[in-house]
């Protein structure tokens, strides 16, 4: 079976855009729709008595609506449901494991339904198995539905494949161009060695090298999709700032995070970090190696 296209919602305006973007690529690709609201019964530190009967009803209505929403948007779509007995961010890493791609929504309503608040979001970006897509209301109250697909290719070939095939992808679904974004600093004395100096020298320059570094990365992606139309950018700068630059008109922007784990845990990256924070557009979270 296909693996689904999985949202998470909360009653939220940003959660709600999130159910519409969910729904159109599923719909795009051929997917199903699954809709998943945690809710697990604990009281809260509040003064207020919480009645549990009133807080699963809520919880089924949150549902229903995003149901609705769905069904009115794409009425063939097949799609399943469930309010998840877990806490937030235990139900959308386990979604994650089966999921095509997880779609949250960037902010929340607090600690009983917002598994979409702040540090909630970034832990599940930061240790998904799985894309993750952070959704935003828009100021216009509207998706994007057209624009190029923007990337942001770091490292080598290997490094960025992950990344790449899933911005191909999407940009194949939605016949739209790949704009792939590169971002470069000038080297230290520390940063570079001996033998990369070289390779950049024989290269014709450090703009020179990063240029061939962004075709080589771009090669087998281009043979795979001959359809989808690339642009290639090469800019010096930091990849967030670089990357937010090139953001408005996107429909989508697609980082990477690395899998790996740092002494102090998981994390997202600055890149990934700066995008989610500020980009106008829907972001996708690419896991790779």
């Known amino acids: 079976m296909t693996p689904a296209i999985t949202v998470g919602v909360d009653g939220s305006p940003e959660s709600l855009a999130a159910v519409d973007w969910a729904a159109d690529e599923a ?16 009281p809260l530190d509040v003064p207020l008595v919480q009645d549990p ?16 929403r769905a069904a009115d948007r794409h009425p063939d779509l097949h799609r399943t449901s469930e309010v998840v007995s877990d806490t937030a961010v235990a139900a959308l890493l386990r ?20 598994f979409l608040l702040g540090s909630y979001g970034q832990q599940v970006i930061a240790t998904a198995s799985c894309p993750v897509i952070s959704v935003r209301v828009p100021r216009n109250e509207t998706l994007p539905d057209s624009g190029d697909v923007l990337v942001g290719q770091q490292g080598s ?33 520390f940063a570079y060695s001996p033998g990369s100096l070289r390779l950049a020298d024989e290269a014709g320059g450090l703009v020179q090298y990063e240029e061939k570094a962004l075709r080589e990365a771009l090669a087998p992606w281009r043979d795979r999709f001959p359809d989808v139309p ?31 784990h740092s002494p102090v845990g998981t994390r997202i990256g600055s890149v990934a970090h700066a995008v989610l924070h500020h980009a106008p557009c829907p972001v996708a979270v690419v896991p790779h190696a």
């Open 27 to 42: 719909a795009l690709r051929g997917a199903p729709l699954r809709l998943v609201h945690a809710w697990l019964w604990q």
């Open 230 to 260: 690339v642009i290639e950018h090469v800019e010096l700068g930091s990849g967030g700032q670089v990357l937010l630059a090139a953001a408005p008109g996107a429909q989508l922007l697609v980082v990477g995070r690395r899998t790996r």
């Open 53 to 68: 009967e009133e807080q699963a009803k809520s919880a089924r209505g949150i549902l229903r609506e995003a149901e609705t």
């Open 157 to 189: 070939a290997e490094d960025s494949a992950e990344v790449l095939d899933f911005a191909f992808r999407a940009a194949g679904a939605r016949g739209a161009a790949v704009r792939a974004v590169r971002a470069w600093s000038l080297p230290s004395v």
């Open 95 to 114: 979604e994650a494991e089966r999921a095509e791609t997880l779609v949250l929504g960037s902010r929340g309503h607090g600690a009983l339904l917002g």
